[in-house]
């Protein structure tokens, strides 16, 4: 991460001693560092940002046990121009509400040699067009329970199981590396799963496979 002896004047900020709102306008510090997608801290290995995303590190101090992971920001730099990006990574050392962007979307926002601005941003639909698409973590089985969610137009709030066709449905506990877990499994080598978004709506996918790093697509997105 770059930092540099000045940063410009913050936006004010909102107090964001909640989880921040689709819409609330934040300011904070925008630094920049090489990328890392694959091996970011939301665990999206074998994932591509979607075209005109660019990619962030968000701060600790922001990161909500994952919650924020694969969320989309508009960003406003002294530029003047505002560009949209994915959280992918955490940034340990930043500030609370600062963003550690990708270098090529640092640059789009503020000059290199600044290395450290102020900035605006917001919590915004991705608009990806494709569906949400469900991914088992390496290992899991019916006795071990692990996927995440990628492909996401909102951040995700929960996701449930169910193992009787939808009669009933069990919680999992999402883990800080951004994926959501049953540690004794579901006992079933397929489930239903519920996910449900920021925005409030759920999407439901039938007979998805619990099988260690299988994936499935869902039928739309949120």
Request: charged share 20%; with cysteine; net charge neutral.
């Amino acid at each position: 991460m770059f930092l540099s002896r000045a940063i410009a004047s913050p936006v004010p900020a909102a107090d964001l001693t909640r989880r921040q709102d689709y819409g609330d306008n934040v300011g904070g510090a925008a630094t920049f560092y090489g990328g890392n997608v694959q091996g970011g801290m939301c665990s999206f290995s074998g994932y591509t940002l979607p075209p005109g995303i660019r990619g962030t590190a968000l701060s600790s101090n922001n990161w909500e046990n994952a919650a924020n992971c694969g969320a989309c920001v508009n960003v406003k730099g002294p530029k003047g121009e505002t560009i949209k990006a994915m959280i992918v990574d955490q940034c340990p050392s930043c500030a609370k509400n600062q963003l550690d962007l990708f270098q090529g979307a640092f640059t789009e926002i503020a000059n290199k040699s600044a290395g450290k601005v102020g900035i605006s941003w917001e919590f915004v639909p991705c608009g990806v067009s494709g569906p949400i698409k469900l991914k088992n973590k390496e290992g899991t089985s019916k006795y071990w329970f692990s996927m995440q969610v990628l492909n996401s137009n909102f951040a995700i709030d929960s996701m449930q199981v169910s193992t009787d066709g939808g009669k009933t449905w069990q919680k999992t506990q999402r883990a800080e590396y951004n994926y959501f877990e049953n540690d004794s499994g579901f006992g079933t080598d397929t489930v239903d799963v519920k996910v449900t978004s920021s925005n409030g709506k759920s999407i439901v996918t039938k007979n998805v496979k619990v099988s260690g790093s299988s994936s499935q697509e869902a039928d739309s997105n949120f």
